[in-house]
Nanobody
Framework: QVQLVESGGGLVQTGASLRLSCAAS????????MAWFRQAPGKEREFVAV????????YYADSVKGRFTISRDNAKNTVYLQMNSLKPEDTGVYYC?????????????????WGQGTQVTVSS
């Protein structure tokens, strides 16, 4: 298992940038695929981005493609989400998640390790 702690959220204006970090404990971090999900009030949790255990593959939701970048540093046990050109519809709680699975990576049910979340609010 890994314990995940997100940071970097905040209140920003439309068009601004934020970088979220997710620090993981445990010695097996590099074996996990890591993802970011988000949840807006009254909505279901939705997939944002995922990165493979090696960092060699990344996938994004269409709504963030070209604006967000997921990356990881296995030496630091940390995964990042660089968010540029933020929009009000990006507002929500952003969660970091980990899984050993190699399929179904866009589904929140695939992940069994979750952080507590960090709030991102984008004002118009």
């Amino acid at each position: 298992q890994v314990q995940l702690v997100e940071s970097g959220g905040g209140l920003v204006q439309t068009g601004a940038s934020l970088r979220l970090s997710c620090a993981a404990s445990g010695r097996t971090f590099s074996s996990y695929a890591m993802a970011w999900f988000r949840q807006a009030p009254g909505k279901e949790r939705e997939f944002v981005a995922v990165i493979s255990w090696s960092g060699g593959s990344t996938y994004y939701a269409d709504s963030v493609k070209g604006r967000f970048t997921i990356s990881r540093d296995n030496a630091k046990n940390t995964v990042y989400l660089q968010m540029n050109s933020l929009k009000p519809e990006d507002t929500g709680v952003y969660y970091c998640a980990a899984t050993y699975s190699r399929c179904g990576l866009r589904l929140h049910t695939t992940y069994d390790q979750w952080g507590q979340g960090t709030q991102v609010t984008v004002s118009s």
